[in-house]
Antibody
């Protein structure tokens, strides 16, 4: 069974940093591209970042480019999102999602990031 | 960026009725390989989204055949035949043609 478990969320002050993790199991992690997708409270879905299976290809949403860094450790079956210079508008539930072709076939339960002073 | 625009439903919908959810893209999602890179998701209340349809009309594994997808390069429809209580939630379309990936704003389905 595919499982994605996010962690690392919490309350953080504007301008500070936070690192999210997503541990994958139930599939060969190193074979799949991975994504971070977020959802602000009461709002819709916003794709944040993508990393290919071997980390050769990385893409970001314009809203986070230059502030967020996606990475992965295939030996640890873990996806990361390093977030810096956080803003109130980054407050959201952050999901990691496994890529399947060009869709998001599997999602974690999410980790909540709240940016507030 | 490709903009995805979704239509609304005349909520609440009577149980057993069939409904169609519309989605439009600002650019054709038909690729040179013949596939149309449009996906549909359902997010039930309090849950993570789940993939329903990919390549515009292919049901994901385990998805009921009451769900069907159709469309052209820019106009798409998700049809639910015989709405049930478990179908309640927000439906999102998403384009997988290019980065940044983009979603529609969502269409809420409520049951009468």
């Amino acid at each position: 069974e595919v499982q994605l478990v996010e962690s690392g969320g919490g309350l953080v002050q504007p301008g500070r940093s936070l690192k999210l993790s997503c541990v994958a199991s139930g599939f060969t992690f190193s074979n799949y591209g991975m994504n971070w997708i977020r959802q602000a409270p009461g709002k819709g879905l916003e794709w944040v970042a993508y990393i290919s299976s071997g980390s050769s290809y990385i893409y970001y949403a314009e809203t986070v480019k230059g502030r967020f860094t996606i990475s992965r450790d295939n030996a640890k079956n873990t996806l990361y999102l390093q977030m810096t210079s956080l803003r109130s508008e980054d407050t959201a539930l952050y999901y990691c999602a496994r890529g399947q072709l060009t869709s998001f076939a599997y999602w974690g339960q999410g980790t909540l990031v709240t940016v507030s002073s | 960026d490709i903009v995805m625009t979704q239509g609304a439903l005349p909520n609440p919908v009577p149980s057993g009725e069939s409904v169609s959810i519309t989605c439009r893209s600002s650019k054709s999602l038909l690729y040179s390989d013949g596939k149309t890179y449009l996906n549909w998701y359902l997010q039930r209340p309090g849950q993570s989204p789940q993939l329903l349809i990919y390549w515009m009309s292919t049901r994901a594994s385990g998805v009921s055949d009451r769900f069907s997808g159709s469309g052209s390069g820019t106009d798409f429809t998700l049809k639910i035949s015989g709405v049930e209580a478990e179908d309640v939630g927000v439906y999102y379309c998403q384009q997988g043609l290019e980065f940044p990936r983009t979603f529609g704003a969502g269409t809420k389905l409520e049951l009468k």
